[in-house]
Every structure is written in C-alpha cells, then in structure tokens.
C-alpha cells in the first residue's frame, strides 16, 4: 500500500491488528465489503418496523466493524442512531442518519474495495 491518502477511510486501525500480516487484512476487508451493507440493509428494514431495540442492537454491533473502516463521519452517525434508540428521544432523525450511514459507507467502500485489490 502506498502513501495513497484517502478521504472516506482510515485503514491504521486495520493494519495496527493486521500486524503487518496482508493475508489477514485482506480477510478483515472481506469482512468489511460483505458484512456492512448487509447490515446496514438490515438497520434500514428494522427501522421500517420501528424496532427500536433491534436497531439499537444492530447499530451497537457494528461499532467495532466500523472502527476498521476508520471513517469518523460513520462512527459518529452509527453512534447517534444507537443513543437515539435507547432514549427514544430526536426519532425522526433515524431516517437521515440511516441515509447518512448508507451513503458514506457506499463512499468508503470504493476506497476499501480499490485497498483490498492491491493486497
């Protein structure tokens, strides 16, 4: 990996538990590019149902996940809608923050992707 800068990730995290080892960052990407939208998706649907605590489930899930991609925007919105569920306060956010959520990880995953095929 070169001195590549990018806008929508911050893969130092990754690499600190990857320890030099690219097999193993290479697996942690797979798990980043196939398991996020599938629970964003699921974030999404919950929502629909108004399952407050399932979302808040989902959402506490994904915070170790997302600490991989390093993207501060995500963690923060991913953060927010977690809080949002367990007060049950500010729900009319969820709608944004959920696309919010989407839409810097559908940023972030071009970068992953483009990291992940130079391994």
Known sequence: MGARAYMHINLDYLNLMADGDDSMKK????????????????????????????????????????????????????????????TEENKEMLPFLLEVLENGYQKAVVELNEVFKSL
């Open 27 to 86: 697996i942690m990407m797979e798990m980043l590019l196939d398991e996020l939208p599938v629970e964003i998706a699921k974030m999404k649907e919950v929502h629909r149902t108004d399952d407050l605590d399932e979302l808040s489930s989902i959402s506490h899930k994904m915070k170790s996940t997302l600490a991989f991609v390093g993207n501060e925007v995500l963690t923060k919105t991913n953060k927010e809608i977690e809080e949002i569920c367990k």
